[in-house]
């Protein structure tokens, strides 16, 4: 089986090395194995995480163990990121494709209510308001997934997953430049408290130098309290309260959380959703995540093009990129949120005649004049911005099983508040700002997105008005929409190709596609189809990535039609693993400090 594998596998990579341009130089792991499950890889957005989780896989640890590792290293030295504050979708597969996935997304306090966001006057709170407050915080995800996954999927003891973290916490970790440069932008957020300032600031109120080698007792000791007594220390009891009256102390209005929110948190397991790419199988995570329902729309709708042929040098090629993302783009905002609360049409979004239909509508030499959601209208689409503060990584261990993990804990910093020596999520502010649409203008039905500043998540969607509630508002112990996409990618003889995955608030979908497509289509090393440049195209606009050779491409877009076209900074940060027919290879993301370890 393995030999056949092999072979499908040396042809079109071998190809690719040859067709394609010349990629930045970026870093990157290679292996000579030749049996492909030997070694485990990570990849993760730190250095530091990276080597907790191959430290997990060097004590004989799963990709799980790996895994948990590295999200609770991430709550220490990617603070503003990710952690035990926030939530995160998991996505896991056995080496004959039976995926496992766990939905462990914030959630709204019961007492939460549609008109969350809203000012006295009725119109949307401003952003940063919404999100430095309570009112932004969902209860956390993160240590209950953490649990269940190693319920499932586990070999080590749980205080052996903790250890890396708390070592980190109690014996220090140097400010890297981009957390650095991420203190200098969000002091308003990092900090907003006593103990964010401590932390991360000097007593002039500049942030502490890069090289600095910051403790953080605090966050140390909960790591220690939770390896000796589990998730339930956080989740219950004098912590569950304090934790709940620290949320509700700083909410002003609308639905305060309680202990009660928080002891009676539950992950959900969730169906996985996959499709098929040109006789591969990708698969992700399902609603309340977007991730998998668009990565799927977005490939669907490209799959009658001869990509291959084009090339990623090609202007046609961005060109209908860019119109695949407006389709996916339009269905998301329109149906994705919470699947416990709205009735989500997954089967029908994703469904390979449907895809092709949308795809149809792309034209390779015009733009699209209008574009609307292609099934009969559910609730409409709302306003509010995109998740910003996220991380991804990925694990093969050496029995074949994998794991693409996502987590987040929305905007840089999330909230701003601290809890026991982590920062807590600002991860309500994905439900929509407003709660329903005006009756005055009945006319309209599709959506078209305007970008806003994406740097700092903001993302909203203009849409026809039409009275009824829209499917993303807040709702009592709801989970708001996320861009997440986790994301496993299959060859056609059922074993795993790819694992991958991105941070970037919208964005998120679109990096993880890009990646599969420069694998599958160009035929590029993981390395070099990370390092593509980024188009993002989620409505009338495209943002395209500065200092890049597609920057260069503006003219052409538009003349094909495109009318918006403007070069500006995206946030991104991918990672990835891939099999080829030397073994396991992985690499991070160039703009990124991530890197990829073998075991």
């Known amino acids: 089986m393995f030999k056949r594998f092999v072979t499908s596998l040396a042809i079109p990579l071998t190809l690719g090395a040859c067709a394609t341009a010349p990629y930045p130089e970026i870093r990157a792991v290679q292996t000579t194995n030749a049996t492909p499950y030997t070694r485990g890889i990570v990849s993760a957005a730190d250095p530091r995480a990276a080597a907790a989780g191959v430290e997990m896989l060097r004590k004989g640890g799963s990709a799980t163990d790996a895994a948990i590792a590295i999200m609770l290293s991430l709550t220490v030295v990617e603070p503003q990121s990710s952690g035990l504050g926030g939530g995160g979708f998991y996505v896991h597969t056995d080496p004959n494709g039976n995926l496992d996935t766990i939905d462990g997304r914030e959630k709204a306090p019961a007492a939460a209510t549609p008109n969350r966001f809203l000012k006295p006057d009725g119109e949307p709170m401003d952003f940063r308001t919404a999100v430095e407050s309570g009112l932004s915080i969902g209860v956390p995800g993160s240590l209950r997934v953490a649990e269940e996954a190693m319920r499932k999927h586990g070999k080590l003891p749980w205080a052996t997953v903790l250890e890396p973290a708390i070592r980190l916490a109690r014996d220090g970790f140097q400010i890297t430049p981009r957390l650095y440069s991420t203190l200098l932008e969000s002091k308003s957020t990092a900090g907003r408290t006593p103990e964010g300032l401590a932390l991360f600031y000097q007593a002039d109120g500049t942030p502490k130098p890069i090289g ?14 939770i390896a000796l ?10 912590n569950a309260e304090d934790l709940a009256r620290t949320i509700a102390n700083d909410t002003p209005s609308d639905g305060k959380m309680t202990a009660a929110d928080i002891e009676s948190y539950k992950v959900a397991d969730r169906p996985a959703v996959c499709g098929t790419y040109r006789a591969y199988r990708v698969c992700g995570m399902a609603p309340p995540s ?17 990509l291959a042929k084009l090339g990623p040098k090609s202007p046609t090629f961005w060109h209908l990129f860019a119109e695949a993302q407006r389709l996916a783009y339009a269905d998301r905002e329109r149906f994705l949120a919470d699947p416990d609360f709205v009735p989500v049409p997954v089967k029908e979004l994703t469904d390979h005649a449907y895809l092709l239909k949308r795809g149809a509508l792309i034209s390779p030499t015009s733009t699209m004049t209008d574009v609307e959601p292609g099934l009969p209208l559910p609730p409409p689409a709302g306003k509010g911005p995109a998740e910003h503060g996220t991380s991804h990584f990925v694990v093969v261990d050496k029995w074949g099983d994998a794991v693409s993990y996502t987590s987040t804990i929305e905007s840089s910093f999330g909230s701003g508040d601290m809890f026991r020596g982590f920062y807590l999520n600002n991860e309500l502010t994905d439900f929509s700002f407003v709660p329903q649409e005006s009756c005055a203008d009945r006319k309209g039905g599709g959506s078209e997105a305007r970008m806003g500043d994406i740097a700092d998540g903001k993302l909203e969607m203009a849409v026809g008005h039409d009275c009824r509630p829209v499917a993303n508002r807040v709702e009592g112990g709801k989970r708001p929409r996320s861009s997440m996409s986790p994301t496993l990618v299959f060859s056609p003889d059922g074993k795993l190709l790819m694992a991958v995955g991105a941070a970037g608030g919208a964005t998120i979908p679109v990096q993880t596609t890009r990646a599969i497509i420069g694998v599958i289509d160009f035929h590029l090393p993981v390395d070099q189809a990370l390092a593509l440049p980024m188009l993002f195209s989620p409505g009338g606009q495209v943002a395209i990535e500065p200092n890049t050779w597609l920057a260069g491409y503006v003219p052409e877009l538009e003349a094909l039609g495109h009318k918006d076209v403007k070069v500006r900074q995206l946030p ?13 290879t992985g690499a991070g993301d160039p703009r990124s400090e991530g890197v990829a370890i073998l075991q």
């Open 212 to 225: 600095t080698l910051v403790r953080n007792p605090a966050l140390a000791e909960t790591l220690q309290q």
């Open 229 to 238: 007594h589990g998730a339930d220390w956080l989740y219950t009891g004098q």
């Open 290 to 306: 977007s991730g998998a329902t668009t990565v799927l729309a977005i490939l669907g709708e490209l799959e009658p093009f001869d």
């Open 572 to 584: 991104l940060k991918a990672n990835a693993a891939l099999l080829t027919a030397q073994g396991w």
